[in-house]
T-cell receptor, first 114, second 115 residues
Framework: EAQVTQNPRYLITVTGKKLTVTCSQNMNHEYMSWYRQDPGLGLRQIYYSMNVEVTDKGDVPEGYKVSRKEKRNFPLILESPSPNQTSLYFC?????????????FGPGTRLLVL | AQKVTQAQTEISVVEKEDVTLDCVYETRDTTYYLFWYKQPPSGELVFLIRRNSFDEQNEISGRYSWNFQKSTSSFNFTITASQVVDSAVYFCALFMDTGRRALTFGSGTRLQVQP
């Protein structure tokens, strides 16, 4: 089954404790992206990746890191989480640039930073 | 800069009523794509439809229909004979043909369908 998976789905942590949210897709998509969803703001892009080893900042990159060492994986790293990073996070993927395909989203990760 | 406005924060209807969710967008580009996503209480985002800026034909899929009007920069979504399972948050989103390939989302409309 074609899908985008995220782990963990729920996470409670404390300020300053490094964490990683994994994202994996099995559709051989070139493009992957991270969004965060906050009440009243919709979804906002954090980082994106056009292909392996190619990443760039989105609208709200502060406090986050990403890497794209393999095509299928695009982990989101919070080196020193803070309470304002409490949010619902979505990973998304789509095919190559030319196709301009629809972005498919993972199930979401609910993060609470105390 | 691009922007998507969903002015209706929350709508409540009774089952079998028709309901229209409004979406107004702003962009300077001539090539763009518009999307609707559904987010049920379980939280995942479900793709509903994609429309490109050159195709103003309205679309119907079962009880769902979409009205795209470039003249008013609107892409409204109508659910006919609503059902309880339609209860969700619905997001309208705009995709620009630029390097970043980010979706610009509206703030969402929460639809509650009462039995």
């Amino acid at each position: 089954e074609a899908q985008v998976t995220q782990n963990p789905r729920y996470l409670i942590t404390v300020t300053g404790k490094k964490l990683t949210v994994t994202c994996s897709q099995n559709m051989n998509h070139e493009y992957m992206s991270w969004y965060r969803q906050d009440p009243g703001l919709g979804l906002r892009q954090i980082y994106y990746s056009m292909n392996v080893e190619v990443t760039d900042k989105g609208d709200v990159p502060e406090g986050y890191k990403v890497s794209r060492k393999e095509k299928r994986n695009f982990p989101l790293i919070l080196e020193s989480p803070s309470p304002n990073q409490t949010s619902l996070y979505f990973c998304a993927s789509s095919r190559g640039f030319i196709e301009k395909e629809t972005q498919y989203f993972g199930p979401g990760t609910r993060l609470l930073v105390l | 800069a691009q922007k998507v406005t969903q002015a209706q924060t929350e709508i409540s209807v009774v089952e079998k009523e028709d309901v229209t969710l409004d979406c107004v967008y702003e962009t300077r580009d001539t090539t763009y794509y518009l999307f609707w996503y559904k987010q049920p209480p379980s939280g995942e985002l479900v793709f509903l439809i994609r429309r490109n800026s050159f195709d103003e034909q309205n679309e119907i899929s079962g009880r769902y229909s979409w009205n795209f009007q470039k003249s008013t920069s609107s892409f409204n979504f109508t659910i006919t004979a609503s059902q309880v399972v339609d209860s969700a948050v619905y997001f309208c989103a705009l995709f620009m043909d630029t390097g970043r390939r980010a979706l610009t989302f509206g703030s969402g409309t929460r639809l509650q369908v009462q039995p």
